[in-house]
């Protein structure tokens, strides 16, 4: 399966990522001690900190995860942390083919098991293509008072990465709706509300966004890591059959019919980051 996976990365994110290397002359990746380093801390940390996960613990969270895995192979392996928090969220630090995921309490209070395998997914994504590798903000702190025209490539870079992430989420719960309401619970905090009626509001507000956008002035808000919510569910609504088609292997998946897709979602995104450059220079 992981050798079809590579073909859900967003294409766009690999267009801006040469881009960047132009810019900058090289790419600043992690290098392999260092990346080492890093997880062995962060596990510590976490042995320290937070719970891990186990079969004996919480069987039926492990297996949702174990499931993921097994989906996307590749001999990837890891643990899953739960610490305490309110607030919906999860992060994963990697090394190679080794990472631990940390995944906040509210999400396996709230969440249902679908619900939680994107989530598991996305992080999991994170790992597949080695986005642990590019210090994203790191880098922005360093070049955006001297090169603003870096920082922005850096800045879509990193929300095109986060819509090749959701698109693991999504090929591990394999369902839109699942997708769908993980992103408006994170967003909203709210549950028990109807799915129909969840894809019906992101589809709505997908399109008041793209209007709103177009007219608005402060263009602050986009400066930021990740899409907005409503762009990250027209992303999956998109390319949901084709990723569904993948991880049923009904062999309806096309690689090239899937970079059309990609030509459509970066276009949106194109579209927008147009809007605040000129807002910018108004």
């Given at each position: ?16 990522f ?13 290098d392999y ?5 890093l ?26 995860y ?12 890891g643990?899953l ?11 994963v ?46 880098i ?27 698109r693991?989420?999504?090929l ?37 966004l ?22 990250r569910?027209?992303a999956l ?15 309806g ?30």
């Amino acid at each position: 399966m992981l050798k079809d996976i590579e073909s859900l990365r967003f294409s766009y994110e690999s267009r801006l990522f040469r881009a960047i290397g132009s810019r900058l002359g090289h790419i600043p990746l992690i290098d392999y001690a260092c990346s080492r380093q890093l997880l062995d801390t962060r596990r510590r940390d976490l042995l320290g900190d937070a719970v891990r996960v186990t079969p004996d613990l919480l069987p039926g969270i492990h297996k949702e995860y174990q499931s993921c895995l097994d989906m996307l192979g590749g001999g990837f392996t890891g643990d899953l942390f739960v610490q305490q928090s309110s607030f919906y969220n999860a992060s994963v630090f990697a090394h190679d083919k080794k990472f631990d995921i940390l995944i906040h309490s509210a999400l396996l209070n709230d969440f249902t098991p679908d619900e939680l395998r994107f989530v598991f997914g996305h992080e999991l994504g994170h790992v597949i293509f080695k986005h642990y590798l590019f210090p994203v903000r790191d880098i922005i702190a360093q070049v955006k008072n001297h090169d603003p025209e870096a920082a922005s490539l850096l800045f879509r870079w990193s929300r095109a990465s986060e819509i090749s992430a959701d698109r693991v989420g999504m090929l591990c719960c394999s369902q839109l709706g699942a997708a769908a309401t993980a992103l408006f619970r994170t967003s909203s905090g709210l549950s028990n509300i109807d799915v129909n009626k969840v894809l019906q509001s992101f589809r709505c507000q997908y399109l008041d966004l793209e209007n709103q956008l177009l007219f608005v002035n402060n263009t602050d808000a986009w400066v930021r890591t990740h899409p907005m919510i409503p762009i990250r569910f027209k992303a999956l609504e998109l390319a949901a059959l084709d990723i569904i088609a993948l991880s049923r292997k009904t062999g309806g998946f096309s690689t090239k019919g899937f970079r059309k897709i990609d030509e459509q979602i970066a276009l949106i995104l194109e579209k927008i980051d147009s809007c605040s450059n000129r807002s910018n220079m108004s």
